[in-house]
């Protein structure tokens, strides 16, 4: 508090505005920059979360395509399959005849050439496991790799379908040499098989034996088609295993037995029973639920991390395909945004604040220049420069402020005025009644000194040698009795007499008597009166006694030959006299002193002529005011009101 009073007004402002501004800014930037982030956030993880759907899409649409691919190889090899089974059946049906041939030309029996087929058609290998085989339609075994001899008519495969019952009954209703199929799940017991495979065979009858010679393999036996498929799969697998998501995140697959078929380190493990940080076994629910997302919180070291994973199932392999990320590495791309959010809400406030600081500075200067100012002018007036004004142009307080307060100096200065005229009416007054008192005393031994000057003066004749002082004393006691009746005229401030005056009349007369004084000579007077001015109020001699003196005055201005002009006009309500004369003129410094009393610049002036006009002039209520250009000649105007009555009292 005590700072804040220290402080200059330019800087209080700015402590007051800038939290004014900056407070709501920067609560607003962060509401602003938080729910952005927060959208970023939402968005980010729904764009993530789309990302990982579609990568585990994507994935199943690979095994998709592969597994496609394959269907197609797998019926090519089929079919490939399925002709080498009637070729090798067509083959051991010619090893057949030519046996029976030999036999019919009585070269071997039927039993050598029984048993030289036997051989023969035991050696051939189909595939890894296939066979050729015969049978007479009893079910007898007559040729085959581990049973011959072993009745099998009742076997069944794996449907429960008595299929060598099926083969011998088509066997026997087709042409003789016209090769069947059939097509049945088996499993080799002797071989150790522990599932059914599919098993195919081709075979014909050979009536003249009663035989039914078939060649059987299983289709799954191609050796080069499996590296090729194998081939395939494993390229795919590299291609899945390198794609990256997000950061660290990958691509995985297992079998719904937990085993995982594709991944990065730990393929052909099984991790049905692994468990989360949090204890939860989530490989199983996967392996359970086969689609969907999970989520849990994984990692070996340090805080647990959310992973989040997208898994499908694709039915065909009985796999499941995953796609996991950690969380966190979502949120890089919004931690960006709320980094560079709050850079942005920070260089705004800076900005902001910056540009608030210059308009306070602008606006207290303009507040604060004013009273600046104020502050200069009252200074200037306690030193006494009365005239020093407040120059503020405005229509506010401040501007009301200076405007009293040059009111208030000019008040002061009248005031000033005022007490320098009382003091200057007191100094008359006392002059009036000191001088008053000495013309009384010096006018009656005046009065006796010019009767006996005047007596002898008629006695002595002007012959006489004395006459000449004489005369002098007689001249100058008479200059003493008008020095002496000026004196008492002034000081005694006579009462007005009014009358109804026609105030041209009584100038045209004045002017007339004065054109014959001696002193007015070479002076023209010019008469400018305006007719049908209404009649004042006015002591008629005193306002003679006014105009002798101002037409004297201007006489004795005008040195050599000039001019005088008197004016009579109306003026509004006043009435201006006006005496313009073409005389020397008067200096300013000079100007201002010419009303007071016994201030003359003639040698034997008295210098009441114009302190007694004014003193008249302002008993009637009006004014007397004097211009002059020195060298040009002088103006004086009388103003006299209309109806000086009202004012005289
Ligand atoms: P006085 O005439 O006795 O000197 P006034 O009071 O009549 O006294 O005049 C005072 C002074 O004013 C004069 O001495 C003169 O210097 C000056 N003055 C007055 N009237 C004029 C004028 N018309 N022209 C120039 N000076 C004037
Ligand atoms: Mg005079």
Sequence with gaps: MKLMKSLRLRWKMLVVVLPLVLIPLIVVGGIVSYTSVDLARQGINKASMDDLEHMAAFTRHLLESHHQQFQVYQKE??????????????????????????????????????????????????????????????????????????????????????????????????????????????????????????????????????????????????????????????????KIKQKKVGLTGYIFCMNSKGTFTIHPQDEGQNFIDIRDRSGHEFIREMCEKKQGWIRYPWGDEGAARMKIVRYEYFEPWDWIVAVGCYEDEFYEAANTISWNSAKLTLAVTLLTSLICVLLVSYASKVFTDPIREMIRVIRRVKKGHLDEQMDIDSNDELGELAHTFNRMTEIITQNQEMQASLAQHGKMASLGVLSSGVAHEINNPLGVILGYAGYIENKIGEKDPNYHYIHEIKRESKRCRKIVQDLLSYARTPQSVLEKTDINALLDQIVDFAANHTDMHHVTIVKNLSPGLPELNIDGDQMRQVAINLILNAGGAIKDHGRLEVETRRDNEDILIIFRDSGVGIEQEILERIFEPFFTTKEKGTGLGLAISKQIIEQHHGSIHMTSTPGVGTTVTVRLPQDSEEYLL
């Design 77 to 238: 090899r089929k079919d490939d399959f399925i002709t080498d089974l009637k070729t090798l059946a067509k083959i051991a049906e010619n090893m057949v005849a030519a046996e029976q041939r030999l036999v019919e030309n009585g070269e071997i029996t039927l039993k050598v050439a029984q048993q030289r087929v036997r051989k023969q058609l035991k050696q051939v290998n189909i595939g890894e496991t296939g066979y050729l085989y015969a049978l007479t339609s009893d079910g007898t075994l007559q040729v085959h790799v581990a049973r011959e001899q072993e009745n099998i008519l009742n076997e069944q495969d794996g449907d429960g379908r008595f299929f060598i019952r099926q083969m011998v009954e088509t066997a026997k209703a087709t042409e003789p040499g016209e090769l069947n199929l059939i097509r049945y799940p088996w499993r080799n017991e002797a071989l150790g098989d522990t599932l059914f495979r599919e098993k195919l065979a081709a075979y014909l009858y050979f009536p003249q034996w009663d035989w039914v010679i078939a060649a059987a393999g299983y289709i799954s036996e191609s050796y080069t088609d499996m590296m090729f498929e194998q081939q395939a799969l494993n390229d795919l697998k590299e």
